[in-house]
């Protein structure tokens, strides 16, 4: 046997690192993957080669994040493993030295957002958009990047870090907000005023199955990709969609998920959420490795599996074909919608309320864009959280015009009051600074 498709696997299932002994994001998640691997041969498979994880340094984190305090303070070693790992995945890609990559690495990072006061749906740094942020920076001729988010539940940290970039198109498959953490997730939520349309959210109902999930990549996944045309195409490869999950209410298959990566053909696969230890993991991240290999996955099956008991009904399917309809309407209609919201506008405001479930920590935020026509905007974030930390961050984004770049420098050189400090992200410079107040 031997794979059509170059294909590296990367593991770091972070022996030292668990929430708790018995909270669904512990160690045991990803080792009966690897046994599976290995009773099944993957290995073996010539064309299917195993990698080491790497270590994503300050800098690549401070690419992405404004880590409060500062970023040792917020994770472990682990999380700088789990983000190298995917930076390791790309490497080998973008190298040639593998045609796909899946980095099965945790802890997770899609609800990590780009302030960072603590750990929020298990997330502590955004280990995706630290891979991202490292490709354009290491690899220029990456110029478009698409992130297809299959987690059952929104990344909200992914789509917070890239709501203003309209080289990077983020797309979320996930279990309808109003049913399940983090209540976000809306076809409404569309990005920013410079990259209106680089955000798109399907919101599915519970119990939506295979033909619904397929229903949705084939009709406005990959319509909307041809449009993009993206260098690199990441799956976000969230596992909770599966019926045995026992924290969400979806019922996707692991041949369901093959099928999926087959349809999609990502570049790039990162491991997400995903807590059916043993009745889903092992033979949903088989099927994704077959897949991504260009290998028969048809005999995958998990043991038990009832395919008609967990077929969602006919008005599911008639509900996600108009939801479907609309969100592919709104896509090619997002340059005369952005004209209709944001014409006259120099600058928009918009102010979140962010809780950070997993720490107890509550924030508020106030962000405000620089509208432009030139490049994808400067922006900062006043963000003030319930550890009694108050910081301005300031984002230069990559390609930013002169105003906008000189409005960025303004912004830091110049504030003053509350606040611990000031942070700044100068992305084509790569240059991050804090100045403490």
């Not at 490795?289 to 996955?297: R, T």
Request: net charge negative; glycine share 8%; aromatic share 10%.
């Amino acid at each position: 046997m031997k794979a059509l498709n170059k294909t590296g696997l990367i593991f770091f299932p972070a022996y030292d690192w668990e929430i708790s002994p018995t909270h669904p994001e512990r160690q045991e998640r990803l080792l009966y993957t690897q046994d599976q691997i290995m009773e099944e041969g993957l290995l073996d498979i010539e064309g299917i080669h195993e990698f080491k994880a790497g270590f994503a340094t300050e800098h690549d984190i401070q690419r992405v994040h404004f880590c409060v305090p500062d970023v040792a303070s917020r994770i472990t070693t682990s999380h700088n493993i789990s983000a190298g790992g995917c930076i390791e995945a790309a490497r080998h890609v973008l190298e040639g030295d593998v045609d796909k990559a899946f980095a099965l690495v945790r802890p997770p990072g899609h609800h990590s957002m780009r302030v960072v006061h603590g750990a929020r749906g298990f997330c502590n740094i955004n280990i995706e958009a630290i891979m991202v942020e490292w490709i354009r920076r290491n690899y220029p001729r990456i110029k478009k990047i698409a992130i297809v988010d299959t987690d059952c539940h929104h990344g909200d940290g992914s789509q917070d870090i890239f709501w203003h970039d309209p080289r990077v198109l983020y797309i979320s498959l996930h279990q309808d907000g109003r049913t399940l953490y983090p209540g976000s997730g809306f076809p409404n939520e569309f990005g920013g005023p410079n990259a209106l349309g680089m955000t798109v959210n399907v919101p599915l109902p519970p119990r939506t199955s295979d033909r619904g999930f397929l229903f949705v990549i084939e009709n406005l996944v990959l319509p909307i990709l041809e449009e993009f045309k993206p260098d690199l195409v990441v799956n976000s490869a969230g596992q909770d969609n599966h019926y045995s999950d026992p924290i969400t209410d979806m019922a996707f298959t692991a041949r369901g998920y093959a099928r999926l990566n087959e349809m999609l053909s990502p570049d790039i696969c990162v491991l997400e959420g995903g807590y059916s230890i043993e009745a889903a993991l092992p033979y949903v991240n088989t099927g994704i490795i077959l897949a991504l290999a260009g290998l028969d996955y048809s005999y995958l099956r998990e043991p038990g599996l009832d395919t008609e008991s967990i077929k969602e009904g006919q008005k599911i399917l008639d509900y996600i074909a108009r939801l479907t309809d609309n969100i592919l309407e709104k896509w090619h209609n997002k340059e005369k919608l952005r004209s209709e919201y944001y014409e006259g506008e120099a600058y928009v405001k918009r102010d979140k309320s962010i809780y950070y479930d997993t720490d107890g920590i509550s924030e508020s935020q106030t962000e405000e864009v620089r509208v432009c026509d030139k490049c994808p905007g400067v922006f900062k974030i006043d963000s003030q959280a319930s550890t009694g930390y108050r910081i301005l961050g300031i984002h230069i984004p990559w390609g930013a015009c002169q105003e906008c770049r000189e409005k960025g420098l303004e912004w830091f050189n110049e504030a003053k009051g509350p606040y611990y400090g000031v942070y700044l992200q100068d992305m084509d410079a790569d240059r991050y600074r804090v100045r403490l107040l």
